[in-house]
């Protein structure tokens, strides 16, 4: 019998509850590639509340029933909150915190704290969540070496696409010196059928349909989100130190359907951009609306997120991401889970 690795989920929305069946279609190729087979040992929410199983459940198990989370409900141990969670979780085997809670861009607690908590047990953690990593990815990522476990945030940025391991293992001495990108999927989803006549609550509905928007679509809206990104980006990409409140950050909450509408017509579509550039030495990042030029390359990419990096040794570098939805989301994390795994495996 393989060995297990045993996950605990902490935050059961959209993403959460697309990576249940996305590891169990992977199920084979983990335990074949990685030898390992992925149980879940807890799943916990403020909503639902935290929930601890004795010897973990399959995905598969999981999923063969209507409400994943009802089963550890009826047949796991009950924990008072997040933390005791965590702890709860550590004590009956888990090694890997997958933390996906919701968005707080002013201090990125409480999700710090529960990041900070599982690295000091001694658990590996994969995060699709920005505020945290904006906030204090130094500290984390000097407490995760301190304890010899893994630290990963891909789905933090930009979903599934591998942005931030194209620039760790493809992209080493590239030089990498600024980036410019489209990195809200909502903002572009509002914008884009608000051109089409909806009025601002119709397009965020449809955000949300899709399952890409904050759980408090504001955040979006008013380029927190972006901000989050942008700063992690800004730091991981070009080594700086930058905190989301040194972002110049400017939403599109008072932009006038009539403005959005005249901008798309005359060939010039308002869309939400990310940027950061190192001038004389210093990273200055910005996130504002911007209309975009036809020969603009993120006019190709204005429904899409799309990032272009400004390098020294490969000149300007391309990543689209196409037809944004949740499970792209999911794969981010699990591409994480397997990255830690394989440098375990070293």
Same mark, same amino acid.
């Given at each position: ?109 409480? #999700?710090?704290?529960? &990041?900070?908590? @599982?690295?000091? !047990? /001694? ?9 945290? %990593? ?121 932009? #006038?359907?009539?403005? &959005?509408?005249? @901008?798309?017509? !005359? /060939? ?9 550039? %190192? ?68």
């Amino acid at each position: 019998m393989k060995p297990s690795l045993n996950l605990l989920l902490l935050g059961y929305g959209n993403v959460a509850q697309a990576l249940l069946p996305l590891l169990d279609s992977r199920d084979a190729w983990i335990e074949q590639e990685l030898g390992i087979q992925p149980l879940i040992s807890g799943i916990g929410s403020r909503r639902s509340g935290f929930f601890i199983h004795p010897t973990g459940l399959s995905a598969t198990d999981l999923i063969a029933s209507s409400n994943p989370l009802q089963v550890l409900q009826q047949t796991g141990q009950a924990c008072a909150d997040a933390l005791a969670f965590i702890h709860a979780g550590q004590a009956a085997g888990a090694t890997m915190l997958l933390e996906l809670t919701t968005l707080n861009p002013e201090s990125g607690e409480p #999700a710090l704290t529960y &990041i900070r908590s @599982a690295l000091e !047990a /001694g658990m590996d953690v994969v995060s699709a969540n920005k505020g945290p %990593i904006a906030h204090a990815g130094a500290a984390l990522h000097e407490l995760a070496r301190s304890k010899g476990v893994g630290l990963r945030y891909e789905s933090a940025v930009m979903d599934g696409l591998p942005l931030l391991n194209l620039a760790e293992f493809t992209l080493p001495a590239v030089g990498i010196r600024g980036f410019r990108g489209l990195l809200n999927t909502t903002s572009s989803i509002v914008l884009r059928q608000m051109e089409q006549g909806q009025t601002l609550e119709e397009a965020i509905q449809l955000a949300q349909q899709i399952g890409v928007a904050e759980a408090n679509p504001w955040y979006d809206l008013d380029g927190w989100d972006a901000t989050m990104k942008t700063t992690i980006l800004t730091n991981t990409l070009l080594k700086a130190a930058l905190t989301p409140s040194m972002v110049q950050r400017t939403g599109i909450r008072d932009l #006038a359907q009539a403005e &959005i509408i005249a @901008a798309a017509q !005359a /060939g010039t579509p308002i869309r939400m951009v990310s940027s950061a550039h %190192i001038i004389n030495g210093s990273p200055t990042a910005i996130v504002s609306p911007e209309r975009l030029q036809s020969n603009d390359p993120l006019y190709a990419a204005r429904d899409s997120g799309m990032v272009l990096l400004e390098t020294e040794a490969m000149g300007r570098i391309t990543l689209i991401e196409h037809d944004t939805n949740v499970v792209q989301t999911a794969y981010g994390v699990l591409s994480d889970l397997i990255s830690i795994q394989r440098a375990k495996s070293k």
